[in-house]
C-alpha cells in the first residue's frame, strides 16, 4: 500500500504487502502490514492505537474475526 498526500483512517488497515507513506498519514486503530521490507515513510506519521476503534471495525463483521493475541512493535 502507498499513500501520497493527506491519508486519514479510522479503524483497522490489513496490508499483505509493504507500506509506503508519502505525506500526512493519520490512523486511529491498528494498521498489520504483512510486509517482506521495513515500513517507508517520507513525511509526517501518526498512528495512534484504540481498542475502541478496532472493536467498532470487528464488530461490523458479526463476530467472524477474534482477537487472539497482540503485539506491538516501533516502527524503525
Do not use: H
Amino acid at each position: 500500500m502507498t499513500t501520497n498526500g493527506n491519508f486519514t483512517f479510522k479503524g483497522i488497515i490489513y496490508i499483505e504487502g509493504d507500506l509506503k507513506i508519502n505525506g500526512t498519514f493519520w490512523c486511529l486503530g491498528a494498521i498489520i502490514v504483512k510486509g517482506t521490507t521495513t515500513i517507508k515513510m517520507n513525511g509526517n506519521a501518526a498512528i495512534l492505537y484504540s481498542s475502541e476503534a478496532i472493536q467498532t471495525a470487528l464488530a461490523k463483521y458479526g463476530g467472524q474475526f477474534v482477537t487472539l493475541n497482540w503485539r506491538q512493535v516501533p516502527l524503525q
